[in-house]
């Protein structure tokens, strides 16, 4: 049971990375409404990153909102 419990947290801590790291590149691209995206989708995976909060503020801004 804890060995399931830590192979879910390691996935979603790994789909986490990976969601950031798009979310940079859509960025990057010019797609702002994709990085957006990109970041609710990791804070609904773990609302406690403030990294994300931050991105999206900055991103918003960019966007002008």
């Known amino acids: 049971e804890m060995t399931l419990f830590k192979s879910q947290r390691a996935n979603r801590e790994l789909e986490v990375a990976a969601r950031l790291h798009i979310s940079t590149l859509?960025?990057?691209?010019?797609?702002l409404s994709e990085s957006?995206?990109?970041?609710?989708?990791?804070?609904?995976?773990?609302?406690?990153?403030?990294?994300?909060?931050?991105?999206?503020?900055?991103?918003?801004?960019?966007?002008?909102?």
């Open 26 to 31: 859509e960025r990057s691209l010019g797609r």
């Open 36 to 65: 957006v995206d990109e970041l609710d989708a990791i804070i609904g995976l773990d609302p406690n990153l403030e990294e994300a909060y931050s991105r999206k503020g900055q991103v918003l801004f960019e966007l002008g909102e």
